[in-house]
């Protein structure tokens, strides 16, 4: 499976991104999905992750309040929607494809990761 991140991007604290990501390939919809980031000068952290029927979700406690994740396995398609960002959310941000159907937060528990795609908040 290919995965494909994109909606990063420069916005002020406060405002909203929202990420995609597409999958190619027939595990996804079988698949829990997950968001990552990675901070310069940091290690990968675990952001937000669903199950393989949008049923349940996880998230980081600094976000929890603040980022949904969301899915349409008609479209291959795993969302985040981030709102009241703040420049502590900057980093690179990663969608995975986990190796199980539920709503994993363990980067080991993922097999297939995008590319990247950049968020940077300026306060």
């Known amino acids: 499976v290919q995965l494909q991140a994109s909606g990063g991007g420069l916005v002020q604290a406060g405002g909203s991104l929202s990420l995609s990501c597409a999958a190619s390939?027939?595990?996804?919809?079988?698949?829990?999905m997950g968001w990552f980031r990675q901070a310069p000068g940091k290690e990968r952290e675990f952001v937000a992750s669903?199950?393989?029927?949008?049923?349940?979700?996880n998230y980081k406690n600094s976000v929890k309040d603040r980022f949904t994740i969301s899915r349409d396995n008609a479209k291959n398609t795993v969302w985040l929607r981030m709102n009241s960002l703040q420049p502590e959310d900057t980093a690179i941000y990663y969608c995975?494809?986990?190796?199980?159907?539920?709503?994993?937060?363990?980067?080991?528990?993922?097999?297939?990761w995008g590319q990247g795609t950049l968020v940077t908040v300026s306060s």
């Open positions: 995975a494809l986990s190796g199980y159907s539920t709503a994993r937060f363990y980067s080991t528990d993922f097999s297939s």
């Open positions: 390939g027939r595990t996804f919809s079988n698949s829990g």
């Open positions: 669903i199950s393989w029927n949008g049923v349940s979700t």
